[in-house]
């Protein structure tokens, strides 16, 4: 209940500085390096506000750093975009040429924070051309960077043009290319032609509802004003440096489910990496895992509370033991297989994301629906059960193996 306990006690003030933290930099976090290009009229800028927001390229967060590019850093997210100028038939080569000494120059920098860790190529589907000197500019001049191509405005597109404009790209064997995903930024069609799940044609719209029935997988799809984007967001982060995964999670406001998906991953390699020693240093990684949980919901100021409080308890509970006694349990807990000591890890890392992920949830939807912030209506794991909860954890970590408990009580209330 610890979590629970500094949220309630702090939660008027969580309130106010949910408005204001986006301004906060995660000092310890790199930045991750994103580069959009794409001919003109493909839809860069509603791709960057769909996923960022609408505010993330406001003038003053601009700085022009050659004829066609500008770096954008907005004060409120942790991310930098390297937005292109549209890519033009006819005056491509001034464009490769400029692209070609931006990268030049910032893969001369010793420092892979300083490069470009992903590029986001964007195609209009709906026309489905891919010119030669596109396939230039990602063959010479990305390359190796990873780049994911982007077919936005998927929805006005059939099935067909959308599989031909696949086959297109993948045809030309790039060897930098991780992923071809299919967008739609700001929906003009909502009955589209094709499966969301399967890409089938085969499929019909009910348009009082906005509903979408596959008859091929029988998926039903609710329309809704954009597409894909959770699946691209996916998929960059699993791109990026590992330094710049929590980050770029923590810029982007389409998915919640994607920073819990990584919290369950950093859970889980702690839990079963952590090894327990007579003089309990590894009790700073226990503390380090509990920071970067907060840090990847954003509340890094809290989690630096959190984890000193626990870290300081834990280490003076230790050491509160004879050297005996430690050595004992270091000597059960080896024959166990670490069972005990990961257990343990594990459940602490299961109640720590809960109510990060609860509180996230509840901040979000007063913000989606324009309420104020009103204190009183956040509702919080009971931390009475906090004891309950552990024994039954721990059981079923003995039962079942950590990963699977993990996995198991990852989402109990």
């Given amino acids: 209940g610890a979590v629970e306990q500094v949220i309630a006690d702090d939660i008027e003030s969580i309130s106010v500085r949910f408005n204001h933290m986006f301004g906060e930099c995660v000092e310890r976090v790199q930045k991750p390096n994103v580069l959009i290009a794409g001919v003109t009229g493909c839809g860069k800028s509603s791709l960057v506000n769909a996923v960022f927001g609408e505010e993330v390229a406001a003038v003053s967060d601009c700085v022009p750093l050659t004829m066609h590019f500008t770096r954008i850093e907005p004060p409120d997210r942790p991310i930098v975009i390297y937005d292109s100028r549209g890519l033009e038939d006819g005056h491509h080569e001034e464009f490769i040429a400029d692209t070609r000494s931006l990268f030049a120059e910032l893969r001369g920098k010793q420092q892979l924070q300083h490069h470009i860790h992903v590029v986001w190529y964007v195609v209009n589907a709906a026309c489905g051309r891919f010119e030669p000197f596109e396939e230039q500019l990602v063959r010479s001049v990305f390359a ?22 696949s086959a297109l790209i993948t ?10 995903v299919r967008v739609a ?9 094709w499966c969301g799940r399967c890409g089938s044609d085969e499929v019909t719209f009910k348009r009082s509802t906005r509903q979408l029935f596959c008859d091929e997988c029988e998926a039903v799809e609710e329309m809704e004003e954009t597409f894909g984007l959770p699946l691209l967001i996916e998929t960059t982060a699993r791109l990026l440096p590992e330094l710049a995964k929590e980050a770029f999670l923590y810029a982007q406001v389409q998915s919640l489910q994607e920073k ?17 020693d007579v003089g309990g240093s590894a009790l700073n990684e226990v503390g380090e895992m509990v920071g970067r949980v907060f840090i990847l919901w954003g509340w890094n100021y809290l989690g630096y509370q959190v984890s000193s409080n626990l870290m300081k308890e834990m280490r003076d509970e230790y050491k509160t033991q004879e050297l ?14 670490r069972k005990l000591s990961r257990s343990v890890i594990a459940c602490l890392g299961v109640m720590v994301n809960r109510p990060l992920r609860q509180l996230s949830e509840q901040l979000l939807r ?8 009103d204190p009183s209506n956040f509702r919080l794991p009971d931390a009475s059960q906090a004891d309950h909860f552990a024994d039954e954890f721990m059981q079923a970590a003995f039962d079942m193996g950590i990963s699977a408990a993990i996995d198991a009580y990852w989402y109990q209330p």
């Fill in 366 to 373: 007063f913000v989606e629906r324009d309420e104020r912030l």
């Fill in 260 to 276: 819990d998906r990584h919290a369950l991953e950093l859970v889980k390699h702690y839990a079963t990496n952590i090894c327990m």
């Fill in 144 to 165: 190796p960077t990873p780049v994911l191509f982007i077919l936005n405005k998927a929805d006005v597109a059939s099935a067909a043009q959308l599989q031909q404009l």
């Fill in 185 to 193: 930024a700001s929906r003009k069609n909502y009955s589209q032609g």
């Fill in 324 to 337: 005996s006694v430690r050595l004992a349990m270091i000597a059960a807990d080896t024959i166990m297989k």
């Fill in 171 to 180: 045809s030309h064997r790039f060897e930098s290319c991780k992923g071809i």
